[in-house]
């Protein structure tokens, strides 16, 4: 496990509720006292089935969503709203159609009015993700892996404490998706960033994770806490990985004989 | 000089100079024109300008694949255009089919352009001046009360009513009340070219900007933006295929008032002139304007669409001009 001494982008989240009120009126709980810290440099993904509140959970850290009970603060300072040093990543590339590749990249850096002073970070972040030669191309030119790698670069480009990753894979294909998992933990690697990931795939929370968040849904609560401690690069075929795979299916109550169907998949 | 070994003639290539041909000799043959108009020639000449320009094309199509293309795509249409020259002429001039003074021969019609030079340069400065004038003030204004709904939902609650209210009223049945109320026709004219470019382009802005996807907003704010950001580098971006709607809408709504109100009360430009030479029995300069008022303002639409496809590179050629 790698995490570096400066403390910094560490994540505290204290009994977090979130209460959605659906058309019907009734009173959904997305979150119910949520109690989670997440390390400066660390990995960590939060992993569980449609509608436990992992994106939830994310939206309320990026300060998307300020309509919570309890606490939540990055590095003691408390979460009020949307910030630069909370970078994310939707699982929707959503880079803006009317935008190059590179005007897109560089949109953190506009929006702080930084641009002259960091124009050179722009082809770093741009060669970062593999992009160099695709800077004027247009969104809709794009595959839907490159897409994704631009909408990344964008979220690195202010150099966010933390980096939000919601299901930012999620629309990729099998093979595009192993690429770019590597492709996340050497950035990860490379700039030390604290990294909450949100998935739904198992393998992937294995495979990627200093520690993974099993939450449950209605009320979404979290119900397993499992440290991974394997090696990395991970091999995905390693005994002791599908091991912990089989360990996560069980907790999910996915490997009964008789699977629950009451999960909204 | 070598020629292309594919370059083939379009089958129909004689199809334009043999009508233009034939528009020059129904034009001088038979000789008994049967409406009284004094030859000026003008027709002629143009016909002849024509036939040069048709033989230069020809000539450049030899060498240059693009002119080809084109040339190959229009000779059929040219062909038709040149003949209903001469079918023109022929109701007309001819044989007086169609009674003068309400319907000249093409001679008579262009004969305007040299003779009335001055007057017509005179009579486009002017509409032009007051077009632009009043379409800048509009199209503005429009993009402010546009954002202005589109975004604050409190301006919204001030603002919409009013615009749903005064919005639909055609600018021209203003003009009596702009007539008295400014003090110069310029002015009045100024204000409902400008009124009925507001109203297209409010409305298409508004719902445009109302339009954005939210998670363009989300990605924007957690990159560090802050509102001026989320309105001008975000909202009008995303919305201006729609705006750019509104603007189209409203050019062609500011040329109808724009004539309107000068055939109702300004005194001068285009639209005076057809009223000018309705009140003279001169129908001929009212056809001349009529072809003026067309060349200039697709003109001005095909403008429009070259700065929309500037600004709209991403998604070029969704709607075609």
């Not at chain 1, 990026?62 to 699982?91: C, H, M, W």
């Not at chain 2, 000779?75 to 040149?82: D, H, K, Q, S």
């Not at chain 2, 110069?184 to 954005?212: D, E």
Request: net charge positive; aromatic share 12%.
């Amino acid at each position: 496990m790698v995490i570096p001494a400066a403390a910094s982008g560490r994540i505290e989240v204290k009994a977090v509720s979130r209460t959605f009120i659906n058309h019907e009126g009734d009173r959904i709980h997305a979150l119910d006292k949520v109690d989670l810290t997440v390390e400066s440099g660390e990995f960590l993904s939060l992993l569980g089935p449609s509608g436990c509140g992992k994106s939830t959970l994310l939206r309320l850290v990026a300060g998307l969503d300020t309509a919570y009970e309890g606490s939540i603060a990055v590095d003691g300072v408390p979460v009020t709203k949307p910030g630069a040093e909370r970078g994310l990543v939707f699982q929707d590339p959503n880079l803006f159609p009317w935008l190059s590749v590179r005007r897109n990249i560089q949109l953190g850096l506009e929006a702080r009015q930084v641009l002259k002073e960091k124009k050179d970070e722009v082809d770093d972040y741009i060669q970062l993700v593999g992009l160099k030669g695709f800077e004027k191309t247009f969104p809709h030119q794009l595959s839907g892996g490159m897409a994704q790698r631009a909408a990344i670069a964008r979220a690195l480009i202010n150099h966010p404490k933390v980096l939000l990753l919601d299901e930012p894979l999620g629309a990729l294909d099998a093979f595009t998706r192993m690429a770019m998992q590597d492709e996340i933990l050497r950035i990860w690697t490379e700039r030390r960033t604290t990294a909450v990931l949100v998935t739904h795939d198992i393998d992937e929370a294995i495979y990627m994770s200093d520690r993974i968040v099993i939450l449950s849904p209605r009320p979404g609560r979290i119900q397993k806490v499992l440290t991974i401690d394997l090696p990395r690069p991970r091999r995905r075929n390693d005994p002791e990985f599908l091991k912990i795979r089989s360990g996560i299916l069980e907790t999910l109550h996915f490997a009964e004989e008789e699977p629950i169907l009451a999960y909204n998949l | 000089m070598s020629v292309s070994p594919r370059f083939k003639v379009h089958p129909f290539f004689w199809g334009p100079p043999v009508a233009l041909l034939l528009d020059q000799v129904l034009h001088f043959f038979p000789e008994d024109n049967l409406q009284p108009a004094p030859e000026t020639g003008v027709y002629s000449f143009l016909l002849w300008v024509l036939f040069g320009a048709y033989a230069l094309f020809l000539t450049a199509s030899v060498f240059h694949q693009r002119i080809r293309t084109k040339l190959h795509h229009y000779t059929p249409l040219l062909t038709a255009f040149f003949l209903f020259f001469g079918l023109w002429d022929t109701v007309t001039l001819k044989y007086a089919l169609i009674p003068l003074p309400y319907f000249p021969g093409p001679d008579r019609v262009l004969s305007v352009f040299v003779n009335d030079g001055d007057i017509f340069g005179l009579g486009i400065y002017h509409s032009l001046v007051l077009l632009f004038t009043g379409y800048a003030v509009g199209g503005v204004l429009g993009l402010i009360t546009g954002i202005s709904i589109g975004w604050s939902r409190r301006l919204s609650y001030w603002i919409n009513p009013v615009f749903k209210f005064v919005g639909p009223i055609p600018a021209t049945a203003w003009i009596p009340i702009a007539m008295i109320t400014f003090p110069t026709s310029f002015s009045a004219g100024v204000f409902l070219i400008a009124l009925s470019v507001w109203f297209p382009v409010t409305f298409m802005t508004s719902s445009g900007i109302a339009g954005v996807k939210n998670s363009y907003f989300e990605v924007a704010r957690t990159l560090g933006a802050d509102n001026r950001f989320l309105i001008f580098k975000v909202a009008v971006p995303a919305a201006f295929p729609l705006i750019f709607i509104g603007l189209f809408m409203g050019l062609g709504l500011s040329f109808l008032t724009l004539i309107a109100a000068e055939t109702l009360g300004v005194k001068g430009g285009l639209g005076y002139l057809i009223l000018w030479a309705q009140g003279w029995g001169e129908y001929y300069k009212v056809y001349a304007v009529l072809i003026t008022i067309a060349v200039l303002f697709s003109s001005l639409i095909l403008i429009l669409f070259k700065i929309k496809d500037r600004i709209l590179i991403w998604q070029k050629g969704l709607i075609k001009w």
